[in-house]
């Protein structure tokens, strides 16, 4: 079964931090550009940062350096350390996975919310 299954959201207070973590079944991992996505309400949803298949990463300008994408094909999941928290960074996060234009997969998605 092709699947993407976000997990590691919560509510976490301005300053802290978070990993979510990505698991993918049914594709062929490795071959996928793999990256972040999160959507706040009202506003459209937005890349936060991506990884190739050979470990190119790109983020989002507005980060300022706080997140890191990572991936481990042997275990077929990518994840993203969130640090330095704020709350404009609350939204739901979704795991993207890409193979050029051939495929383009989605994951449901895991609520971060940052507040005190």
């Known amino acids: 079964q092709v699947q993407l299954v976000e997990s590691g959201g919560g509510l976490v207070q301005p300053g802290g931090s978070l990993r979510l973590s990505c698991a993918a079944s049914?594709?062929?991992?490795?071959?996928?550009?793999m990256g972040w996505y999160r959507q706040a309400p009202g506003k459209e949803r937005e890349l936060v940062a991506s990884?190739?298949?050979?470990?190119?990463?790109r983020y989002a300008d507005s980060l300022l350096g706080r997140f890191t994408i990572s991936r481990d094909n042997t275990k077929n999941t990518a994840a993203l350390q969130m640090n330095i928290l704020k709350p404009e960074d609350t939204a739901l996060y979704y795991c993207?996975?890409?193979?050029?234009?051939?495929?383009?997969?989605w994951g449901k998605g895991t609520l971060v919310t940052v507040s005190s």
């Open positions: 990884i190739t298949s050979v470990g190119t990463t």
């Open positions: 993207n996975a890409q193979w050029g234009d051939i495929r383009n997969l």
């Open positions: 049914g594709i062929m991992f490795r071959m996928y550009t």
